[in-house]
Nanobody
């Protein structure tokens, strides 16, 4: 079993910054992707940023140039630095990690979510 623990959410004024962190632990043999999703009230969960093996990163168009994803493969952690925050960034942010627990068993883990609120 793989467990994700998130931290770093909170309330910030528009234009401010926050940094989210996620640590993965448990039965991890390999990690293929680490990323962040968000879900605003009344909306579907959407991809914010993802880091895949080979240092490939992808961002939602709405956050490009403002958010930066980074991962530490040795520690199985992934961070999301969020700058120039806007009220529309308000959402519950979820960490997601996909990988393998061994050669035959894949896992797909989600964090519990951390609330980010951006005030005007």
């Amino acid at each position: 079993q793989v467990r994700l623990v998130e931290s770093g959410g909170g309330l910030v004024q528009a234009g401010g910054s926050l940094r989210l962190s996620c640590a993965a632990s448990g039965n991890i043999f390999s990690i293929n992707a680490m990323g962040w999703y968000r879900q605003a009230p009344g909306k579907q969960r959407e991809l914010v940023a993802v880091s895949t093996n080979g240092d490939n990163t992808n961002y939602a168009d709405s956050v490009k140039g403002r958010f930066t994803i980074s991962r530490d493969n040795a520690k199985n952690t992934v961070d999301l630095q969020m700058n120039s925050l806007k009220p529309e960034d308000t959402a519950v942010y979820y960490c997601h990690v996909a990988g393998g627990s061994n050669w035959l068993t894949a896992f797909d883990a989600w964090g519990q979510g951390t609330l980010v609120t951006v005030s005007t």
